[in-house]
């Protein structure tokens, strides 16, 4: 079963249903009628389906098919590793383009955080698509011994975290987050298509393993227009809930 194959059957029927040729609730075509649509083996069908399902754009019932699930704003509970994992963890249909992956020498301010001492780390550079629109984009800067398993293809998944520390054998045990609105600059106005100095969401993550040794920062950009956060603090002046919405 090649990649292509049901990549290429998963993200025709992905458009189709972001782009609203499907009503929610609307039953696929039969696998069958979908092996002779896409001329593709029916382990190549169920494949693209699963993907599709693990999305959160479809369901699948034994014995009646698979049905077009409702896509609907909703809050976003803040998981144990942040806001920006948050987001890609629970926003169903998001995916990811890589548009840059190199070895080079981070600012300062990133190469002190990571404690580089001059030393080069991986920086690869994400946008996160919803709807066909760029939603966010993320600058993510890996120390090298970090970064042995890393491929295009592990960069551009959803579930980066998981699968980069299963591949790299550690646990993040510590990180630390800063959320700030900003300014967009040139570079943030390009790439998010929007205005120059309009506010956009900012966050900054350090994370680290089990020995609080800093293994990466993540700098991630929001359009404030699509992503929101919001959060309730008690009267004791404690966070007690933060949800977030798209």
């Known amino acids: 079963m090649g990649y292509q194959a049901y990549h290429k059957v998963y993200n025709s029927i992905k458009i189709e249903i972001l782009g609203g040729h499907y009503a929610a609730g609307q039953k696929l075509s039969p696998e069958?009628?979908?092996?002779?649509?896409?001329?593709?083996?029916?382990?190549?069908?169920?494949?693209?389906?699963?993907?599709?399902?693990?999305?959160?754009?479809?369901?699948?019932?034994r014995g009646k098919g698979t049905f077009v699930k409702s896509i609907k704003p909703a809050k976003l509970p803040i998981s144990e590793l942040g806001f920006a994992k948050s987001v890609k963890d629970y926003i169903p249909g998001l995916y990811r383009n890589l548009l840059e992956n190199e070895i080079t020498h981070a600012p300062s301010e990133i190469s002190k955080s990571l404690q580089l001492d001059g030393d080069q780390c991986l920086l690869a550079i994400r946008t996160d698509v919803l709807n066909e629109k760029v939603i966010a984009f993320d600058r993510a800067y890996i120390r090298l011994e970090?970064?042995?398993?890393?491929?295009?293809?592990?960069?551009?998944?959803?579930?980066?975290f998981e699968k980069w520390m299963e591949s790299e054998d550690f646990k993040i045990a510590f990180y630390h987050e800063t959320i700030e609105a900003v300014e967009?600059?040139?570079?943030?106005?390009?790439?998010?298509?929007?205005?120059?100095?309009?506010?956009?969401?900012?966050?900054?993550?350090?994370?680290?393993?089990?020995?609080?040794?800093?293994?990466?920062?993540?700098?991630?950009?929001?359009r404030g227009d699509r992503i929101k956060l919001t959060s309730t603090v008690n009267f004791k002046g404690k966070a007690n809930v933060k949800t977030s919405h798209y």
């Open 32 to 61: 069958r009628h979908l092996c002779e649509q896409y001329h593709v083996s029916r382990i190549t069908v169920r494949h693209a389906l699963r993907l599709l399902k693990k999305d959160g754009l479809v369901e699948q019932f």
């Open 184 to 222: 967009a600059n040139n570079e943030i106005s390009s790439i998010l298509m929007m205005k120059k100095k309009d506010a956009v969401l900012k966050s900054t993550e350090i994370y680290c393993d089990q020995n609080n040794e800093p293994v990466a920062v993540f700098e991630s950009y929001y």
């Open 146 to 160: 970090y970064s042995n398993s890393i491929t295009e293809e592990l960069l551009k998944r959803v579930d980066f």
